[in-house]
């Protein structure tokens, strides 16, 4: 199994300003993966944080809004910019090893733009 | 294009009792996984079962089972006894196996389980 440290569990932020969210896990993964969970719904993948080069974006999301790095095979960041209150939402880290046919999640990260 | 439809967005059973959670899915794939997660109230999401499409046995995890029916593309999840640790949220979810671990996850929209005591 992998264990994944996600920070910070929760935000409260300004609109206009930017948040960065940070995915840990405890073992080198093949795959990580970003999810957003808006209230009430179910999880909509936002990117693959690929490693050593730009991550690869879900239709509807774009790069300026979600700027994503993954400098090695354990850590990501993930950067909300320039909010509004309709980026509040839960932000989740997935990860994949290899040879694990299964997907872990960091805890998750509460956000809430005013 | 995959999609997962979680029909039922709410369910409640009592303790000790059986409940069944339904999902459907539409994919033109012949290899893949079926998974169902929860989501309890601390956010942490949590693999409950897994099944692999090839497989025709039908997986269970303890008091979890599912009843995975490939021609009609439904994977229903029984909860069998259940516990008041069992409220949550349930997601169903399909990952293409093509590819390996490369592919993404796409979930249902979920069904909000209560527990009565």
């Known amino acids: 199994s992998a264990v994944i440290s996600q920070k910070p569990s929760r935000d409260i932020c300004q609109r206009g300003t930017s948040l960065t969210i940070q995915c840990q896990v405890d073992s080198q993964v093949t795959m990580m993966f970003w999810y957003r969970q808006q209230p009430g719904q179910s999880l909509t993948l936002i990117a693959t944080?690929?490693?050593?080069?730009?991550?690869?974006?879900e239709s509807g999301f774009v790069i300026d809004k979600f700027p994503i790095s993954r400098p090695n095979l354990t850590f990501s960041t993930l950067t909300v910019s320039n909010m509004s209150p309709e980026d509040s939402s839960i932000y989740l880290c997935?990860?994949?090893?290899?040879?694990?046919?299964?997907?872990?999640f960091g805890q998750g990260t509460r956000l809430t733009v005013v | 294009a995959q999609t997962v439809t979680q029909s039922q967005p709410e369910m409640s059973v009592q303790e000790a009792e059986t409940v069944t959670l339904s999902c459907t899915y539409d994919?033109?794939?012949?290899?893949?996984?079926l998974f169902w997660y929860k989501q309890p109230p601390s956010r942490q999401m949590i693999l409950v079962i897994r099944?692999?499409?090839?497989?025709?046995q039908n997986a269970t995890e303890n008091r979890f089972s599912v009843n995975f029916q490939k021609a009609a593309k439904s994977f229903s999840l029984k909860i069998s006894d259940s516990q008041l640790g069992d409220a949550a949220m349930y997601f169903c979810a399909y990952r293409k196996n093509y590819g390996g671990a490369t592919n993404k996850l796409i979930f249902g929209t979920g069904t909000l389980l209560a527990v009565q005591p």
């Open positions: 944080a690929n490693q050593g080069s730009e991550a690869t974006y």
């Open positions: 997935s990860v994949v090893s290899r040879g694990v046919q299964r997907a872990f």
């Open positions: 099944q692999e499409a090839y497989k025709q």
């Open positions: 994919t033109s794939e012949s290899d893949y996984y």
